[in-house]
């Protein structure tokens, strides 16, 4: 007998699912609990996108169960799928007006309540501006203009589940900033349960309670470890590279693959005032702290770094951060030993 | 070249002095086109429909028989037609030989593989996305049928066009089917065939202009409806 407690809105059990014998997602165990937010990471084709469209009940995974608000949801009727909704990774406009298309879910759902009223209020949401856009058709839109009104689509249904497979994806800054935005004010209002995807691990730590690792279909690690994708270069000797963004490299030992995704220890960073010379570790960068919080871990402190593009947390005692006096907008060194990354 | 500047003067002059003959041949023929495209629209739109959506045994086949009678000739859907409601054939005690609704009967049947075959393309052609993203936000059932539909309808507004084409230029049918009487079953088509038959060329090009225009006419229609679209 499988126990589904009261706070879970997922309980995924023993899901198998693949497409003609070429992939398969694999996942033993899976709660997501009532109005938290879960963030999930990994490379293209991992299994997210396949996973996303198993939780949005889109598809039927080939074994297992899912438990959805407590019960089976095979069998069940379809009035469940009102209660989640899932931006694609590369969201479609219908082709109609930009107001036609927010307001197509409620009209899906028999509302037809002050439809001009809330889908003005869905604009304003992701910055858009009701009066230049209601009346515009699809295609004067420009990509990023076009994913704000995709995701205004979705938030104006004021979803149980909202799930977004990589929202912030091949987008301008100022769109993808308002989106999260967007989601972040919609997510405190109405206490929807976010399931997303993103390659932006920033915004990610910032907006999920927990994030976990997908590789090869598989859950492979919870996200409480810093996370660096590839891709990775060979460059001397055991050393592989990767480069950031002003053209700093992490160093790192050998990966799986180069795309392979490495995992690094929040305790196994080392923070200095000062940038520190003859020492063994390969990796010494330079970044900002961004932000300051309890850790988990007994009698620590989360300190967030932005290091040229990546972000890295590392847990340093109350007693270091004291004697380093480090506060948020400080610069800082950050260091750690190349055999420090674990590979998934 | 000069019974083609006659022709034009003649079309005018029919057109302008209200010819009942030439009126009835022009009403018989908008009816008998417009009528088929209405029966071939609300037959071929959900056959075209689930022959894309729809998955079952056979379905390869009957598209290949669907485009291939693409290029069905009118007298042979005349004569087929003729077989099955002539006084000896297996629909004749409905009298449909020489009537309006024979017509109509036969030109559906005539243009059926047009919609059923352009609106199966249609959907086949819209992004895969689309069906995911209709259901993420709640259509389900009849609601999803038709917001595809819908989202294809400049391909199936297409489809329509080319099907009202095929239907008010044939003339096999018209005259095998309706008989080409005088009042009654005389369509644009077979007016031209009889009068350029006894040397009134003139007159044959006054009507096919007549017919150009009308063609002209619908065809502006449905591009500003697709426009307001």
């Known amino acids: 007998m499988i126990e589904i407690d009261n706070t879970s809105l997922y309980r995924v059990i023993n899901i198998k699912h693949g497409y003609n014998n070429r992939f398969r997602l694999e996942i033993p165990d899976l709660t997501i609990n009532k109005g938290i937010s879960i963030g999930f990471i990994g490379s293209n084709g991992s299994g997210k996108s396949t996973l996303f469209r198993i939780l949005a009940f889109l598809e039927t995974p080939s074994e297992g169960t899912i438990f959805f608000n407590g019960k089976n949801v095979y069998g069940r009727p379809l009035s469940i799928k009102n209660d989640v909704t899932l931006l694609l990774q590369k969201p479609y406009l219908l082709k109609r007006s930009v107001f036609e298309n927010i307001v197509y879910g409620l009209k899906m759902r028999g509302e037809k309540k002050n439809l ?43 979803p149980k589940v909202l799930i977004l497979d990589e929202p912030t994806s091949n987008i301008d800054q100022l769109s993808a900033s ?25 915004w990610l730590n910032k907006v999920a309670d927990n994030i976990l690792i997908i590789h090869n279909g ?31 490299k992490i160093f790192a030992t050998k990966p799986l693959n180069p795309d392979s995704i490495a995992l690094l220890n929040p305790s196994e960073i080392i923070i200095a005032n000062v940038k520190q010379s003859h020492i063994s570790a390969q990796n010494i960068l330079n970044g900002v702290i961004t932000s300051m919080s309890t850790a988990n871990e007994f009698e620590k402190i989360k300190v967030n770094v932005e290091i040229h593009g990546i972000s890295l947390a590392c847990n340093l005692t109350q007693h270091a951060v004291h004697e380093l006096k480090l506060l948020p907008g400080k610069n800082v060194w950050v260091i750690f030993k190349a055999s420090s990354l674990k590979w998934q | 070249m000069e019974y083609l500047i006659d022709g034009f003067i003649r079309a005018a002059q029919l057109l302008l002095r209200g010819n009942e003959e030439a009126y ?16 071939s629209l609300l037959l071929g ?13 056979g379905k390869k086949q009957i598209r290949a028989v669907v485009d291939t009678l693409l290029a069905l000739p009118t007298v042979v859907v005349g004569i087929f037609i003729y077989g099955f409601i002539s006084k000896r054939g297996p ?23 047009i919609v059923i075959s352009l609106t199966a393309s249609a959907i086949e052609g819209l992004d895969n996305r689309l069906m995911l993203t209709l259901i993420t936000l709640g259509a389900k059932g009849k609601q999803l049928v038709f917001s595809i539909i819908y989202e294809a309808r400049y391909a199936i507004f297409t489809a329509a066009v080319t099907a009202y084409g095929r239907a008010i230029s044939e003339v096999g049918i018209s005259m095998m089917i309706g008989g080409n009487i005088k009042w009654h079953t005389r369509t644009i088509t077979t007016a031209i065939a009889l009068e350029s038959g006894k040397g009134d060329f003139a007159m044959g090009i006054a009507l096919g202009i007549i017919l150009l225009s009308i063609a002209l006419f619908v065809n502006c229609s449905l591009i500003m409806l697709r426009r307001k679209a």
């Open chain 1, 178 to 202: 308002l989106i999260k935005e967007a989601i972040t004010a919609i997510r405190n209002r109405f206490n929807t349960t976010l399931i997303i995807s993103s390659h932006d691990h920033v």
């Open chain 1, 116 to 158: 001009k009223q809330r889908a003005f209020e869905a604009l304003r949401w992701v910055g858009l501006s009701p009066e230049d856009f209601s009346q515009r058709r699809w295609f004067e839109l420009s990509g990023g203009e076009a994913q704000r009104v995709a995701i205004a689509s979705r938030l104006i249904l004021k």
């Open chain 1, 218 to 248: 598989r859950i492979t690690g919870s996200g409480t470890e810093n996370i660096i994708e590839g891709p990775w270069y060979h460059d001397k000797d055991d050393l592989w590279i990767k480069t950031l963004l002003d053209g700093k």
């Open chain 2, 24 to 39: 009835s041949t022009i009403w018989t023929t908008l009816k008998v086109s417009s009528l088929s495209i209405i029966f």
């Open chain 2, 91 to 113: 629909l004749g005690e409905f009298n449909l030989l020489f009537t309006i609704s024979g017509i109509v009967a036969a030109q559906t049947i005539l243009i059926l593989p």
């Open chain 2, 45 to 57: 739109l959900p056959s075209g429909f689930m022959l894309s959506y729809l998955n079952f045994p």
